[in-house]
T-cell receptor, first 107, second 121 residues
Framework: DIQMTQSPSSLSASVGDRVTITCRAS??????LNWYQHKPGKAPKLLIY???TLQNGVPSRFSGSGSGTDFTLTINNLQPEDFASYYC?????????FGQGTNLEIK | QVQLVESGGGVVQPGRSLRLSCVAS????????MHWVRQAPGKGLEWVAV????????YQADSVKGRFTISRDNSKNTLYLQMNSLRPEDTALYYC??????????????WGQGTTVSVCS
């Protein structure tokens, strides 16, 4: 199985900041990497698929990059609604797996 | 509109069984692979199982293999998760979600609101 290691586990930032979250896979998986945003009491929301493709309706301040084993999610100009948990997920194997998550908090 | 609605959660004793359902609407259910994902209290998302669009291929996480069975009825637009031999560590909010195919460079683009399972004596 592919193990996903996400960092940091928590992050404090201010409105207007730029933040970066990283995700590392235990084996190479091309660009089969997705990013989700999850808020308490809500369903997770797909932000980015195929490592760098923005899902319809997601603001352009979100971006993703990487291939192989190392991936990043960047959020530019943080907005109040961006404070949430973020997860990477691999879809390279038939048994998908998530990273441990990053809790983005307001500083 | 495109929607997934889970049901069937509840409180159950360890060792007992429960069946979750997820009813789809607003899209061609039989064209999509379907997943179950769970989140235990205070923990992150955990992928549980997936079934292909036609029901012929199924895969599960090691943590539930041999105890949980995923299935679907395309005539009823419904996904199921049969959970047997439940353990306290299965306590979680269970989501169903869809994807185009598995594996693929696409993510899970539609999710339900979840149904809660509590396993305790």
């Amino acid at each position: 199985d592919i193990q996903m290691t996400q960092s940091p586990s928590s992050l404090s930032a201010s409105v207007g900041d730029r933040v970066t979250i990283t995700c590392r896979a235990s084996q190479s998986m091309s660009t089969y990497l997705n990013w989700y945003q999850h808020k308490p009491g809500k369903a997770p929301k797909l932000l980015i698929y195929d490592a760098s493709t923005l899902q319809n309706g997601v603001p352009s301040r979100f971006s993703g990059s990487g291939s192989g084993t190392d991936f990043t999610l960047t959020i530019n100009n943080l907005q109040p609604e961006d404070f949430a948990s973020y997860y990477c997920q691999q879809s390279y194997s038939t048994r998908y797996s998530f990273g441990q998550g990053t809790n983005l908090e307001i500083k | 509109q495109v929607q997934l609605v889970e049901s069937g959660g509840g409180v159950v004793q360890p060792g007992r069984s429960l069946r979750l359902s997820c009813v789809a609407s607003g899209f061609t259910f039989s064209s999509y692979a379907m997943h179950w994902v769970r989140q235990a209290p205070g923990k992150g998302l955990e992928w549980v199982a997936v079934i292909s669009y036609d029901g012929n291929k199924k895969y599960q996480a090691d943590s539930v293999k041999g105890r949980f069975t995923i299935s679907r009825d395309n005539s009823k637009n419904t996904l199921y998760l049969q959970m047997n031999s439940l353990r306290p560590e299965d306590t979680a909010l269970y989501y169903c979600a869809r994807s185009v195919v598995v594996p693929a460079s696409y993510g899970l683009d539609v999710w339900g609101q979840g149904t809660t399972v509590s396993v305790c004596s």
